[in-house]
């Protein structure tokens, strides 16, 4: 088991930034695969990066590429999600999440994923 606890969102202009950070606590955090997804009012839910065990590669979604970068301390059993230049469509709920592969995949659907964070919301305005 592992419980995943988000923080960091909040209320932020279009064109500001947010540092979002997933604490993990349960199994050894090292030797999951993490992610982040976000979900909006009345939408699925959608990926948004992940991470490999070691931090040494990372998949982004084409809507966030070279605005965001996911991160990772397996020294702090965290990981973050550092998010730059930020837009009104970026408002959601973010959540983080983990997978146990050994083998990094290109891991988007959220079924892939079994444990979860409960959210953090961030707004952004125009």
């Known amino acids: 088991q592992v419980q995943l606890v988000e923080s960091g969102g909040g209320l932020v202009q279009a064109g500001g930034s947010l540092k979002l950070s997933c604490a993990a606590s349960?199994?050894?955090?090292?030797?999951?695969?993490m992610g982040w997804f976000r979900q909006a009012p009345g939408k699925e839910r959608e990926f948004v990066a992940s991470?490999?065990?070691?931090?040494?590669?990372?998949r982004y979604a084409d809507s966030v590429k070279g605005r965001f970068t996911i991160s990772r301390d397996n020294a702090k059993n965290t990981v973050y999600l550092q998010m730059n230049s930020l837009k009104p469509e970026d408002t959601a709920v973010y959540y983080c999440?983990?997978?146990?592969?050994?083998?990094?995949?290109?891991?988007?659907?959220?079924?892939?994923?079994?444990?979860w964070g409960q959210g953090t919301q961030v707004t952004v305005s125009a």
């Open positions: 349960g199994r050894t955090f090292s030797n999951y695969i």
């Open positions: 999440a983990a997978l146990s592969d050994p083998f990094y995949k290109d891991y988007r659907g959220p079924g892939a994923y079994k444990y």
């Open positions: 991470i490999n065990q070691s931090g040494g590669s990372t």
